[in-house]
C-alpha cells in the first residue's frame, strides 16, 4: 500500500483539522481579533517565513529537475511575500527585529532538521505546510477588512492550485519510496500538523 496525500488527509482528519480550523481564524473572520493579537501572528509569521524559504531552497536542492518549475515558482511567491509581510509590518508600525516565540523557534528548528531527510519527506512536509495554510485562511469564508487582504494571499485559487502540483509531486515520489521512508513521509506530516495547531495557538500568548 503507498500512502498519498489524499490518505494521509483522511486517515488524519482530527489532526488535520485542528491545523486548519482555529479560533484565531474564526476571530479573524468574525473581525473581533485585537489587533495586538494579530500583530503577534504577523511576526512570528514572518520569522518563520524566512526560515521556510530557506528549508525551499533545500527542497530545491533534493528536488529532480522535473520538479524545478513548481519549487522555483514557490520560491519567487515566497520573494513576493518577505516584501509584503515587510510592507505590513511597515504599515503597522511593527518592529520585525524580535525573538522568535518557542513554537516558532522550535517549528524553524524542525524545518532544518527536514534537510537530512529523503526528498519525498521533505516534499510531503513541503506540501503540508502550504496546504495548512491554503485551508487555514480558505475555510472560514471571506473575511472582513484588514483581515481580507491575508485571507487572500493564501486562500486564492491560484494558491489552490499551486498546493495541487505540489501534492501531486509528492505523491509521485512517495509511490516508489520504500516502505520506512513513507512511515517517515506519514511521521512528518503529524509533525507538521502539531506544529500548524500550536502556530495559530501563539496569536493568543502576547508578549
Ligand atoms: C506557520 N505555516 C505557517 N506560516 C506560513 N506562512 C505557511 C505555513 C505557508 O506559507
Known amino acids: 500500500m503507498t500512502i498519498t496525500c489524499k490518505l494521509l488527509l483522511e486517515n488524519h482528519a482530527q489532526d488535520w483539522q485542528e491545523a486548519t480550523v482555529h479560533p484565531f481564524l474564526e476571530q479573524c473572520q468574525l473581525g473581533i481579533i485585537q489587533p495586538q493579537q494579530f500583530n ?4 512570528q509569521d514572518y520569522l518563520f517565513v ?4 530557506r528549508m525551499v531552497g533545500r527542497v530545491l536542492a533534493s528536488a529532480p529537475p522535473e520538479h524545478f518549475d513548481v519549487i522555483l515558482g514557490g520560491l519567487a511567491a ?10 505590513k509590518a511597515t504599515q503597522r508600525q511593527l518592529n520585525l527585529n524580535i525573538k522568535k516565540q518557542p513554537t516558532c523557534r522550535e517549528y524553524c528548528e524542525y ?18 505546510i502550504e496546504l495548512a495554510y491554503n485551508q487555514g485562511w480558505q475555510l472560514p469564508g471571506k473575511m472582513p477588512d484588514p483581515y481580507n ?14 498546493v495541487k502540483l505540489l501534492s501531486q509531486q509528492a505523491d509521485e515520489v ?6 520506512d521512508i513513507q512511515k517517515q513521509a506519514e511521521e512528518s506530516f503529524l509533525i507538521v500538523a502539531k506544529f500548524e495547531h500550536n502556530f495559530w495557538q501563539m496569536a493568543f500568548h502576547t508578549a
Not at 50 to 53: A, D, G, K, L, Q
Not at 78 to 87: P, Y
Not at 174 to 179: G, H, I, N, P, V
Open 40 to 43: 503577534t501572528w504577523l511576526m
Open 50 to 53: 524566512v526560515e521556510f524559504t
Open 78 to 87: 515566497l520573494k513576493d511575500e518577505l516584501n509584503w509581510f515587510q510592507e
Open 111 to 128: 524545518m532544518q532538521s527536514l534537510a537530512d531527510k529523503p526528498y519525498p519527506v521533505q516534499a510531503t512536509a513541503f506540501w503540508a
Open 149 to 162: 487582504e491575508f485571507a487572500q494571499r493564501w486562500g486564492n485559487t491560484d494558491f489552490t492550485k499551486y
Open 174 to 179: 512517495l509511490e516508489t519510496a520504500q516502505e
